[in-house]
């Protein structure tokens, strides 16, 4: 994602108002990607540092955070630096009392499979899903991604289909 940068030093007089604005968003599509309101809030600080280093419009700043907030989200799921935050996570768990450990055990299992999956698909494709499910419109979607609004429900459809086929392709290595 190139974007000129701002004068060293200088912080942007949009940056507060931006910031109270689309926080709530930012830290909703990260944590759609992650499953962790604290990593989500993580890579929230990550994004909006890099929103106050640049120059990018205040009324493109929407769409530039959804897509920053997705590809933060996806490299930190990628680089598998989560990996020790998912093991303290589950021993946590196994320390808690739940009503119904399988149930329990089942849904995480099957989360932390939908988003290994989430992060094997082309970033593009992984985007738009995530962009869509956090809420924007195809509308929204089309102009983050500098995609026609016409083809983001193709591009989704074909993100879910690809999810799917990672999951079944993985299901049946286990």
Do not use: I
């Not at 060293?8 to 909703?28: I, K, S």
């Not at 929230?44 to 929103?51: H, T, Y």
């Not at 459809?157 to 049946?172: G, M, P």
């Amino acid at each position: 994602m190139a974007v000129a940068r701002a004068v060293p030093g200088t912080v942007r007089a949009d940056l507060g108002e931006v910031f109270r604005l689309e926080y709530p968003r930012v830290v909703g599509v990260a944590a759609r990607v992650l499953g962790s309101r604290d990593w989500a809030e993580d890579v929230a600080q990550d994004v909006f540092l890099s929103f106050a280093r640049s120059s990018v419009p205040a009324g493109e700043a929407r769409g530039w955070l959804s897509v920053a907030a997705a590809h933060t989200a996806l490299n930190l799921l990628r680089s598998g630096r989560r990996r020790a935050s998912r093991e303290e996570t589950a021993a946590a768990a196994d320390d808690a009392v739940a009503p119904d450990v399988a149930d329990a055990v089942v849904t995480l299992e099957e989360r932390r499979r939908v988003r290994a999956a989430l992060a094997r698909l082309p970033r593009k494709q992984a985007v738009a899903l995530v962009l869509r499910h956090s809420g924007m419109g195809y509308a929204d979607v089309a102009a983050a991604l500098d995609l026609s609004p016409g083809s983001v429900g193709t591009t989704v459809r074909r993100a879910e289909s690809a999810l799917r086929k990672e999951l079944d392709r993985h299901a049946s290595s286990d």
